[in-house]
């Protein structure tokens, strides 16, 4: 080869075009392509359970392609989804409650002080169970992450009965929504829930 003759540049590689997923997003990508195997069922309500504690990625990431592939078992996805939602939940509001009590050992933090101002009445931890757990009940509806409500809660000493009664609720609307809006609708409510 001549110095007068042109190079011709390398060809550039698929890999270098494509851009780098996060881990979130890879995860994401793993837990739904979950959904297409013989193991969807149990992988979508293994997330689910973890969901109300420690992982990251909602278990509608598996219910919609699962709805998207079975749409005649769309209730019974939806069922059993909420069932281990819940069970996930009392997971992590036992972990909130765990981290709650040494927290308040750790920093004297009295829950039992009373409050009498502003025409609010009642102790700290009273104040606290009786207003969050309608936070509890919109966070379970709404997109967000459920271990937020189910260890806020614990943390906080919400009544066990009312997280339970806001998480039975909270779920089951949110997995119905999404199953039946993906059952009725098809592959284009994927874009109005965004998951």
């Not at 698929?14 to 996060?22: G, R, V």
């Not at 502003?118 to 207003?131: D, I, K, Q, W, Y």
């Amino acid at each position: 080869m001549s110095p007068t003759e042109p190079v011709s540049p390398a060809p550039a590689s698929p890999a270098a075009d494509t851009p780098k997923l996060s881990w979130y997003r890879r995860m994401y990508l793993r837990v739904e392509a979950a959904a297409s195997t013989p193991h969807a069922l149990a992988t979508m309500m293994a997330v689910s359970v973890v969901d109300g504690s420690v992982f990251p990625i909602p278990p509608f990431a598996v219910l919609v392609p699962m709805v998207l592939a079975q749409p005649k078992k769309w209730v019974r996805y939806c069922l059993l989804g909420t069932l281990a939602s819940l069970v996930g939940g009392l997971i992590g509001y036992g972990l909130g409650a765990f981290v709650g009590e040494g927290i308040t050992q750790l920093l004297h933090i009295d829950l039992d002080v009373r409050v009498d101002r502003f025409g609010v009445s009642g102790t700290v931890g009273e104040l606290l169970g009786r207003n969050f757990w309608v936070l509890a009940l919109l966070c379970s509806i709404l997109p967000t992450p459920f271990k937020i409500v189910a260890i806020g809660s614990g943390l906080v000493s919400v009544p066990l009965e009312q997280f339970l009664l806001a998480s039975v609720i909270g779920r089951s609307v949110r997995f119905f929504l999404v199953g039946s809006v993906v059952r009725f609708f098809g592959p284009t409510a994927r874009k109005w829930l965004r998951v």
